[in-house]
């Protein structure tokens, strides 16, 4: 292979020294390859705990970084990172924890703690070909220097060091038959920070067409970029020894790609411009494949959940909630995968003999054997056990270390129902409280059941229903005659039915003469009575401790399972998130339509903003459209099915204040991101208190509070009482956000061609950006997300803001002081003849007084009422009402609310006015 500086080799060339870590570990660290019943077996060794870390300063350049890679021992690596000493002992960071200070001095932990990148140093860059790639596969060095090259020029100039990986050229003695690997690895020198360079090589990828998805397994979507983004870490191995060949196995070796010079690699600062538009790009790749990762991620759930509960036998439904909470990285004891020892097992396995598994590497959780068998590593992490995977650029997953089903908090309340259930099992089994506990465990009496079926479960005095979690979460209701049906669905039993028969069984065979039919009837008999009697004590138990006429719901974005808490005063269910459904879209169809709505976008992500923000003040928006825009269309078709609104008119609103009955349930609050108003044509004050919460009364059921987030509203037609001739009050200007839209839906091509496609494909856009958005602020945690949606609130407020289309009340208001000082001032000097059937001029005799060259306005709210009420439209008025204060604040001429004054020598409350003394 030739390289690309035709410049024969030089040894005058003067190099930049660099220094590199070189690692010797106990083990082989270097690939191994097996000729197995005809097929080629890779092993992978790359796992370090002990040994030793040298620093390596090369002198050389890049032709002696090639010498001294070639001259690797099978149990050698190198890294570009190095530790605060020459040489290192490696052991590991819990080994490193455990050493007293005095001896620490000779030993490091290969970890982000201890090593770092020089300022001037070396950078691996690692290209493998993907099957989702978006460009075709990079065969040799001269190809991967050319698509670097266009990622930035610089790639064609710095010096560098390329090469095929130790699994390139593997092959079947003799044949044709060859390891599929495309894998180079290049190295340069870089001055600056790897995670800068690691930015700027995604963006890059992305702006240049190198930047794709991959799905997983699990159907999680994993960045790409042309290299692979992983390998920018200081402390992590690079693994170039030869490999080890078994018999019937060669390699054919490749040359080198050398550019020999000291050219530092030199990236540019990314601009804002650039940045935005690369990650308008990522955004837009992920929307694209994330149905296909929805159905992969649905399959894997399905599939993983269908052998798990055959496994174990459990539900299938507890099959997929273990399965589901592995997907965000939780693993739960149930959880199965492949074990250190290549055994099949479960985390339990892990969990119990954790001395044995602890520090030993195993497959990916996921991915299993085929990602290799040693690409994870299993730490018990002192009683907090994690797995770190080195699988797609890096992961944890967190162990559970017990059964939560059987944890339950005990109280004094408790304890007592749990006594008089011993008591009662004392008597109907003839048993002593001494020989209890061994029969307890016996017939596998369950208290956690118990706890549970309590701990989710309350009593509702006005209807006489009990309300508990059934085993889907859902919450259900139903009489005290059914609670012995249902009462107790969601839990398992709370002892073995057939070892307290058993228990029954031979006593009557002790000591009685019935037949055997008799026996067995009796023994059922009492069997029943005794598990009828535990379930009366915990029923009498709810009825007595858990009444709640009041209930709370919600649902957490970031809860993991269904719950129901019992507070003070109040029930409070917490729901999970349940992510929108998605299918295709026609990319075509959605540009159309945001030609038709530019602002598509900023609406959903101000919905999404809303859902996470803990202030929802500035979630109001108004939609002021044309007849036909496509309100009907977006609102009540696409929000609507996705299940994102609610529909609401004022007058509910009203109502739900004056703690008035309501048509509205719970179930439609569930999942809603908003509360809609459709044509609405006035707006009152209530609708400012619609910020966090409601609370819904049904007759004779439990008042029902519910959180609230977008405010959304629709109209064709303006609406005065909000946008008046005075302009907006303030603090409906504070809140609303105004876009208008101008354009007819029913005039669009697209739409009129085939309308059903067409409303399809921005219902499943809609879907995916809201999924994406929803995932982002997760993947934020809860106190992150709460001050981004604040923040996103905040930004999408400013850009469509409601006072920029018409000035606010405090703004507007000294004109109207002046407007009524006028009127007064012509009411004063009779210049206009008085309208039919008023009694302006009348008014203002009775009100202004006149003194030492100053006049003076008693009862002026009576004054600047009748303006209002005479001089002001309907809308206008109602609206401006409110501020009769500020109003006669702005007329006096002081600026001093009323007050009494000695006018004339007579004490009257009033204020001073300043008017003209002559007519205009």
Same mark, same amino acid.
């Given at each position: 292979?030739?390289?690309?500086?035709?410049?024969?080799?030089?040894?005058?060339?003067?190099?930049?020294?660099?220094?590199?870590?070189?690692?010797?570990?106990?083990?082989?660290?270097?690939?191994?390859?097996?000729?197995?019943?005809?097929?080629?077996?890779?092993?992978?060794?790359?796992?370090?705990?002990?040994?030793?870390?040298?620093?390596?300063?090369?002198?050389?350049?890049?032709?002696?970084?090639?010498?001294?890679?070639?001259?690797?021992?099978?149990?050698?690596?190198?890294?570009?990172?190095?530790?605060?000493?020459?040489?290192?002992?490696?052991?590991?960071?819990?080994?490193?924890?455990?050493?007293?200070?005095?001896?620490? %001095?000779?030993?490091?932990?290969?970890?982000?703690?201890?090593?770092?990148?020089?300022?001037?140093?070396?950078?691996?860059?690692?290209?493998?070909?993907?099957?989702?790639?978006?460009?075709?596969?990079?065969?040799?060095?001269?190809?991967?220097?050319?698509?670097?090259?266009?990622?930035?020029?610089?790639?064609?100039?710095?010096?560098?060091?390329?090469?095929?990986?130790?699994?390139?050229?593997?092959?079947?003695?003799?044949?044709?038959?060859?390891?599929?690997?495309?894998?180079?690895?290049?190295?340069?020198?870089?001055?600056?920070?790897?995670?800068?360079?690691?930015?700027?090589?995604?963006?890059?990828?992305?702006?240049?067409?190198?930047? !794709?998805?991959?799905?997983?397994?699990?159907?999680?979507?994993?960045?790409?970029?042309?290299?692979?983004?992983?390998?920018?870490?200081?402390?992590?191995?690079?693994?170039?020894?030869?490999?080890?060949?078994?018999?019937?196995?060669?390699?054919?070796?490749?040359?080198?790609?050398?550019? *020999?010079?000291?050219?530092?690699?030199?990236?540019?600062?990314?601009?804002?411009?650039?940045?935005?538009?690369?990650?308008?790009?990522?955004?837009?790749?992920?929307?694209?494949?994330?149905?296909?990762?929805?159905?992969?991620?649905?399959?894997?759930?399905?599939?993983?959940?269908?052998?798990?509960?055959?496994?174990?036998?459990?539900?299938?439904?507890?099959?997929? =909630?273990?399965?589901?909470?592995?997907?965000?990285?939780?693993?739960?004891? @149930?959880?199965?995968?492949?074990?250190?020892?290549?055994?099949?097992?479960?985390?339990?396995?892990?969990?119990? *003999?954790?001395?044995?598994? @602890?520090?030993?590497?195993?497959?990916?959780?996921?991915?299993?054997?085929?990602?290799?068998?040693?690409?994870?590593?299993?730490?018990?992490?002192?009683?907090?056990?994690?797995?770190?995977?080195?699988?797609?650029?890096?992961?944890?997953? =967190?162990?559970?270390?017990?059964?939560?089903?059987?944890?339950?908090?005990?109280?004094?309340?408790?304890?007592?129902?749990?006594?008089?259930?011993?008591?009662?099992?004392?008597?109907?089994?003839?048993?002593?409280?001494?020989?209890?506990?061994?029969?307890?465990?016996?017939? @596998?009496?369950?208290?956690?059941?118990?706890?549970?079926?309590?701990?989710?479960?309350? !009593?509702?005095?006005?209807?006489?229903?009990?309300?508990?979690?059934?085993? !889907?979460?859902?919450?259900?209701?139903?009489?005290?005659?059914?609670?012995?049906?249902?009462?107790?669905?969601?839990?398992?039993?709370?002892?073995?039915?057939?070892?307290?028969?058993?228990?029954?069984?031979?006593?009557?065979?002790?000591?009685?003469?019935?037949?055997?039919?008799?026996?067995?009837?009796?023994?059922?008999?009492?069997?029943?009575?005794?598990?009828?009697?535990?379930?009366?004590?915990?029923? =009498?138990?709810?009825?007595?401790?858990?009444?709640?006429?009041?209930?709370?719901?919600?649902?957490?974005?970031?809860?993991?399972?269904?719950?129901?808490?019992?507070?003070?005063?109040?029930?409070?269910?917490?729901?999970?998130?349940?992510?929108?459904?998605?299918?295709?879209?026609?990319?075509?169809?959605?540009? @159309?339509?945001?030609?038709?709505?530019?602002?598509?976008?900023?609406?959903?992500?101000?919905?999404?903003?809303?859902?996470?923000?803990?202030?929802?003040?500035?979630?109001?928006? !108004?939609?002021?459209?044309?007849?036909?825009?496509?309100?009907?269309?977006?609102?009540?078709?696409?929000?609507? %099915?996705?299940?994102?609104?609610?529909?609401?008119?004022?007058?509910?609103?009203?109502?739900?204040?004056?703690?008035?009955?309501?048509?509205?349930?719970?179930?439609?609050?569930?999942?809603?991101?908003?509360?809609?108003? %459709?044509?609405?044509?006035?707006?009152?004050?209530?609708?400012?208190?619609?910020?966090?919460?409601?609370?819904?009364?049904?007759?004779?059921?439990?008042?029902?509070?519910?959180?609230?987030?977008?405010?959304?509203?629709?109209?064709?037609?303006?609406?005065?009482?909000?946008?008046?001739?005075?302009?907006?009050?303030?603090?409906?200007?504070?809140?609303?956000?105004?876009?208008?839209?101008?354009?007819?839906?029913?005039?669009?091509?697209?739409?009129?061609?085939?309308?059903?496609?067409?409303?399809?494909?921005?219902?499943?856009?809609?879907?995916?950006?809201?999924?994406?958005?929803?995932?982002?602020?997760?993947?934020?945690?809860?106190?992150?997300?709460?001050?981004?949606?604040?923040?996103?609130?905040?930004?999408?407020?400013?850009?469509?803001?409601?006072?920029?289309?018409?000035?606010?009340?405090?703004?507007?208001?000294?004109?109207?002081?002046?407007?009524?000082?006028?009127?007064?001032?012509?009411?004063?000097?009779?210049?206009?003849?008085?309208?039919?059937?008023?009694?302006?001029?009348?008014?203002?005799?009775?009100?202004?007084?006149?003194?030492?060259?100053?006049?003076?306005?008693?009862?002026?709210?009576?004054?600047?009422?009748?303006?209002?009420?005479?001089?002001?439209?309907?809308?206008?008025?109602?609206?401006?009402?409110?501020?009769?204060?500020?109003?006669?604040?702005?007329?006096?001429? *002081?600026?001093?609310?009323?007050?009494? =004054?000695?006018?004339?020598?007579?004490?009257?409350?009033?204020?001073?006015?300043?008017?003209?003394?002559?007519?205009?």
């Amino acid at each position: 292979m030739n390289s690309t500086n035709t410049a024969p080799l030089k040894s005058s060339t003067t190099y930049t020294p660099f220094v590199i870590t070189s690692f010797t570990s106990t083990k082989d660290l270097n690939k191994q390859f097996n000729l197995v019943n005809g097929s080629i077996v890779k092993t992978s060794n790359a796992v370090m705990t002990t040994g030793k870390g040298q620093a390596l300063t090369v002198n050389d350049g890049f032709p002696g970084l090639n010498t001294l890679i070639n001259d690797l021992n099978p149990n050698q690596a190198i890294a570009t990172g190095v530790f605060d000493v020459a040489n290192a002992k490696i052991v590991t960071n819990t080994k490193y924890l455990t050493l007293a200070e005095e001896n620490r %001095d000779d030993y490091r932990s290969r970890t982000k703690e201890h090593m770092t990148q020089p300022s001037t140093g070396l950078v691996f860059f690692d290209y493998d070909h993907s099957l989702n790639c978006t460009f075709p596969a990079i065969k040799d060095a001269n190809e991967l220097i050319c698509n670097l090259a266009k990622l930035d020029p610089s790639f064609n100039e710095a010096g560098c060091l390329i090469r095929s990986s130790s699994s390139n050229g593997i092959k079947i003695a003799g044949t044709d038959i060859a390891q599929k690997s495309t894998s180079q690895h290049a190295f340069f020198l870089y001055d600056g920070g790897l995670e800068q360079l690691k930015e700027k090589i995604e963006l890059l990828s992305w702006l240049n067409g190198f930047g !794709w998805w991959d799905i997983s397994k699990a159907g999680s979507l994993l960045p790409r970029a042309i290299i692979d983004l992983a390998v920018f870490s200081p402390e992590r191995l690079i693994f170039e020894a030869p490999p080890t060949l078994g018999e019937g196995i060669e390699r054919e070796l490749s040359e080198p790609f050398i550019r *020999d010079n000291s050219e530092l690699l030199t990236l540019p600062d990314i601009t804002p411009e650039q940045r935005s538009k690369a990650l308008k790009l990522k955004s837009k790749g992920k929307t694209a494949i994330q149905a296909e990762a929805d159905i992969v991620r649905d399959e894997y759930i399905e599939n993983k959940a269908n052998v798990l509960s055959n496994k174990q036998e459990i539900t299938y439904e507890k099959a997929v =909630r273990v399965i589901k909470k592995s997907v965000n990285g939780n693993l739960e004891l @149930d959880f199965p995968l492949t074990l250190p020892s290549g055994n099949e097992g479960f985390v339990a396995d892990l969990i119990e *003999d954790w001395e044995f598994y @602890d520090n030993k590497s195993m497959p990916d959780p996921y991915e299993g054997v085929e990602y290799g068998r040693t690409t994870a590593k299993y730490y018990y992490n002192d009683g907090k056990p994690v797995i770190h995977s080195q699988a797609h650029g890096g992961c944890t997953y =967190r162990l559970s270390v017990s059964d939560k089903g059987e944890e339950f908090k005990t109280n004094e309340r408790l304890d007592g129902l749990l006594k008089d259930i011993k008591g009662l099992m004392c008597r109907s089994l003839g048993i002593s409280f001494k020989e209890l506990p061994a029969i307890l465990e016996d017939i @596998d009496y369950k208290p956690y059941a118990i706890a549970r079926t309590i701990e989710v479960s309350f !009593w509702h005095s006005g209807s006489s229903k009990m309300y508990t979690l059934n085993k !889907w979460g859902e919450l259900i209701s139903f009489s005290k005659i059914d609670c012995k049906y249902y009462l107790f669905k969601a839990v398992p039993p709370i002892f073995s039915y057939e070892e307290v028969y058993e228990i029954f069984e031979a006593h009557l065979t002790n000591t009685t003469k019935k037949k055997e039919a008799g026996i067995a009837e009796e023994a059922a008999k009492l069997t029943n009575s005794l598990l009828s009697g535990i379930k009366s004590l915990i029923e =009498r138990h709810i009825i007595y401790n858990s009444q709640r006429n009041n209930i709370g719901m919600k649902v957490d974005m970031f809860a993991d399972k269904n719950s129901l808490v019992l507070k003070e005063d109040i029930a409070e269910i917490t729901y999970t998130h349940t992510p929108f459904i998605t299918g295709t879209f026609n990319t075509k169809i959605v540009e @159309d339509y945001k030609e038709q709505f530019p602002e598509l976008d900023d609406v959903l992500n101000m919905l999404v903003a809303a859902r996470f923000a803990q202030d929802r003040k500035l979630a109001y928006l !108004w939609l002021n459209a044309v007849s036909d825009w496509g309100k009907g269309f977006f609102f009540g078709g696409v929000l609507k %099915d996705l299940g994102l609104i609610v529909e609401m008119s004022t007058k509910e609103v009203e109502a739900i204040f004056e703690a008035k009955p309501v048509g509205k349930s719970m179930k439609e609050f569930k999942r809603c991101f908003a509360i809609f108003f %459709d044509e609405f044509k006035t707006v009152k004050g209530e609708i400012k208190q619609l910020q966090n919460s409601i609370t819904l009364n049904v007759k004779y059921e439990p008042s029902i509070t519910v959180d609230i987030f977008a405010k959304l509203f629709a109209s064709a037609e303006s609406v005065d009482s909000l946008m008046t001739e005075y302009g907006i009050e303030d603090q409906f200007a504070n809140r609303f956000s105004l876009i208008l839209g101008k354009n007819k839906l029913s005039e669009r091509l697209l739409y009129r061609s085939n309308s059903v496609e067409y409303y399809n494909s921005i219902k499943n856009y809609a879907a995916n950006f809201l999924n994406n958005e929803v995932l982002k602020m997760v993947e934020l945690g809860l106190d992150e997300a709460s001050i981004q949606a604040g923040s996103n609130l905040k930004a999408f407020h400013t850009k469509y803001a409601i006072d920029k289309h018409s000035e606010r009340f405090s703004n507007s208001l000294p004109d109207l002081a002046d407007e009524i000082r006028a009127w007064i001032n012509d009411c004063k000097n009779n210049v206009f003849e008085q309208p039919k059937g008023s009694n302006d001029i009348q008014i203002i005799n009775e009100c202004l007084l006149h003194s030492n060259e100053n006049y003076y306005l008693k009862t002026p709210n009576r004054v600047v009422g009748h303006y209002m009420n005479n001089k002001m439209d309907d809308s206008s008025k109602e609206a401006i009402s409110r501020k009769k204060k500020e109003v006669v604040r702005l007329l006096s001429a *002081d600026g001093l609310d009323t007050k009494g =004054r000695f006018i004339n020598n007579v004490n009257v409350k009033c204020i001073t006015i300043n008017l003209n003394t002559t007519p205009d």
